[in-house]
Nanobody, 124 residues
């Protein structure tokens, strides 16, 4: 069973930056595509970015394109989400999830393992 643990959330001012981490505490992340999802208060969970198992393919939601960067370091068994130029609209709980699906990007239902999330609050 793959276990994912998110970290790096916190309070950040509008326009600031934050880096989230998604670490695997069991098994290796190598074979998995990893997605980052955001759940804002009162809204459905939204997929904001994903990266292929090779690290060569990335996808971003329009809402974060040009501001967020996803990357992975398989030697550290960790996937990162670098957030820049954040706004209040980026507030939410950020979850990472892993998919073993052969295609990219994975469909939402193809994510098999989920972390519990880390809270990001953007406020002045």
């Amino acid at each position: 069973q793959l276990q994912l643990v998110e970290s790096g959330g916190g309070l950040v001012q509008p326009g600031g930056s934050l880096r989230l981490s998604c670490a695997a505490s069991t098994l290796t992340l190598d074979p998995y595509a990893i997605g980052w999802f955001r759940q804002a208060p009162g809204k459905e969970r939204e997929e904001i970015s994903c990266i292929s198992s090779s690290g060569h393919l990335m996808k971003y939601a329009d809402s974060v394109k040009g501001r967020f960067t996803i990357s992975r370091d398989d030697a550290k068994n960790t996937v990162y989400l670098q957030m820049t130029s954040v706004s209040v609209a980026d507030t939410g709980v950020y979850h990472c999830a892993a998919s073993f699906a052969p295609g990219f990007p994975p469909d939402r239902h193809e994510y098999d393992f989920w972390g519990r999330g880390t809270q990001v609050t953007v406020s002045a």
